[in-house]
T-cell receptor, first 114, second 115 residues
Framework: DSGVTQTPKHLITATGQRVTLRCSPR?????VYWYQQSLDQGLQFLIQ???????AKGNILERFSAQQFPDLHSELNLSSLELGDSALYFC?????????????FGPGTRLTVL | AQSVTQLDSQVPVFEEAPVELRCNYS??????LFWYVQYPNQGLQLLLK??????LVKGINGFEAEFNKSQTSFHLRKPSVHISDTAEYFC?????????????FGTGTRLQVFP
């Protein structure tokens, strides 16, 4: 158990809908990352927040947005869902910023878009 | 742009045999390198990381990796595997030059250990 929690574990929804994925980082971790794992794209970095502020952006679609709240939990919002958005979404956290800091991954949320 | 290549999508091996999972990266500057393991229906767990110093890095569960700058490789090895090592293994890189925290992952290698 990494100490990173993600809810829900599974999510099944229809095209065009909007969903919110939630992540609680390890106690004391200030940095939160979101990654997407799909069969065709592999594991891809989406976005990083540090202490409530956006720090880095990756290949995140405009239909996707995220935020980190004062209690440091983070939410990833996916809207106008398409079939291709079906994937495993991971959240990771680290104490501070910097690539030397180990990223601890949560168990993921499996999103299925029908 | 950085990239990571894991040449083998699947590696079958018998229990107690040695194994090597290959990883090559493409970057013209200094990098940090990582190996993560993903057990079925679980998140990723860090096995080991290379930041600087000794090119031979020891990790958890008896795994080790060697950083080879001239060959831009970071192969993962274990001298004797167990059934419980069956999992997906991901190599990842982070580019020091851009001071970025994000990880660029390879496509993964599925290690299947047979009794």
């Amino acid at each position: 158990d990494s100490g990173v929690t993600q809810t829900p574990k599974h999510l099944i929804t229809a095209t065009g809908q909007r969903v919110t994925l939630r992540c609680s980082p390890r106690s004391g971790d200030l940095s939160v990352y979101w990654y997407q794992q799909s069969l065709d794209q592999g594991l891809q970095f989406l976005i990083q927040y540090y202490n409530g502020e956006e720090r880095a952006k990756g290949n995140i679609l405009e239909r996707f947005s995220a935020q980190q709240f004062p209690d440091l939990h983070s939410e990833l919002n996916l809207s106008s869902l398409e079939l291709g958005d079906s994937a495993l979404y991971f959240c990771a956290s680290s104490v501070f910023v910097g690539a030397t800091d180990t990223q601890y991954f949560g168990p993921g949320t499996r999103l299925t878009v029908l | 742009a950085q990239s990571v290549t894991q040449l083998d999508s699947q590696v079958p091996v018998f229990e107690e045999a040695p194994v090597e999972l290959r990883c090559n990266y493409s970057s013209s500057v200094s990098v940090y390198l990582f190996w993560y393991v993903q057990y079925p229906n679980q998140g990723l767990q860090l096995l080991l990381k290379y930041l600087s110093g000794s090119t031979l890095v020891k990790g958890i569960n008896g795994f080790e990796a060697e950083f080879n700058k001239s060959q831009t490789s970071f192969h993962l090895r274990k001298p004797s595997v167990h059934i419980s090592d069956t999992a997906e293994y991901f190599c990842a890189v982070s580019d020091r030059a851009y001071n970025t925290d994000k990880l660029i992952f390879g496509t993964g290698t599925r290690l299947q250990v047979f009794p």
